[in-house]
């Protein structure tokens, strides 16, 4: 898999940090002679870090179509994008997979989008994240209310969501205006900070516990009540409680031995998967390439168990916010999981955007 670059660069700023990329792909070039099954010659996928989970899962993806259509697919750091947001609100962008949240389309911005030198437009993606806060088990903290007077560390300054939720957290336990927080370190200096006890707790999407587990095995997410999610969802929708089952830490297999000192199943505050395509994309790539993911699902799913977010019939959802992409109703009809719920909520959506499938 290689990178290339963009030939001119665009204003990209980040819009969640740590669980949001966005894509945006054109094409100045003379365009390539066409393949004779009408599907370009190669793609772009935009990739929020070159490592974790979501980059594993990413060349997964990219090596299945390379390998089962002969599509080159590249890799390109992008950063997340408040300028996406008002492309989806427009109809611009349409949902390849699965929905988001009415409000996570709300109040962040609307910076000016430009299109980049790449062969296709093509994806916006968000991952899941399990959301809490982590303290050492010498921290004589047991529960939410005992941060009250403690000094806690978010994320980067780019996860606004985030930051967000865990303000929310703090406000439900009626201990916001108790605590000190350092908002914007990096994920490496707040990690060191909670080890070595310049912080007493830090919030964390749960996946990157591990990474401190490295240091400190006996690192813990507070518990987080089915009140206090429901909370966070009042007040930001694209948050809201589940419950974390054994298999979704990433990497677990390499932690055996080390014990993440707590037990499973474990309530937090979480995000879903979304992957968005712009509207122009051909409705046969996109087809195209679901088409070829789910024959070789099961391969996917040995190599990264969070494919389950993936499933067909996860994806199909009545209730989402952005329109679905043609090519993905496409497929959803075919497979039989298409529903007439789902076509009046497309509907709704597309008259709302002004919008045409």
Known sequence: MRVRPPARRHPLVFLMGAVAIFAAVGCERAAPEPRPDGLPESLFWGVRATQGTTYVMDLALLRTWEE?????????????????????????????????????????????YEDADFDIRIFFKTADVHLAFVVLPDSGIERMEDLAGRTITYTSKRAVTMTEAGTALLDFYGIGDQVRDIPNLSMREKHAALIEGRVDASLEGLPNVDVIWRDEPGARPLDLSNEATAY????????WGETASPDWRMYKENYRGVGPGFDYPRHAATTQVATFVDVSADEKLVYTL??????????????????????????????????????????LKDVGVWTDAMEANQQRLLGELGATR
């Open 68 to 112: 089962e259509l002969g599509i080159k697919c590249f890799t390109t750091q992008v950063a997340s994008s408040v300028a996406a947001f008002p492309h989806l609100q427009s109809g611009r962008l349409h949902v390849w997979q699965s929905g988001i949240r009415d409000a996570y389309l709300a109040n962040h911005g609307s910076a000016e």
């Open 232 to 239: 966070v969802q009042q007040r930001y929708p694209w948050f």
């Open 290 to 331: 679901l088409e070829t993911m789910y024959a070789r699902f099961d391969s996917l799913l040995e190599i990264h168990p969070y494919f389950r977010d993936y499933a067909v019939d996860r994806i199909a959802s009545e209730t989402v916010s952005v329109p679905y992409h043609a090519g993905t109703v496409r497929y």
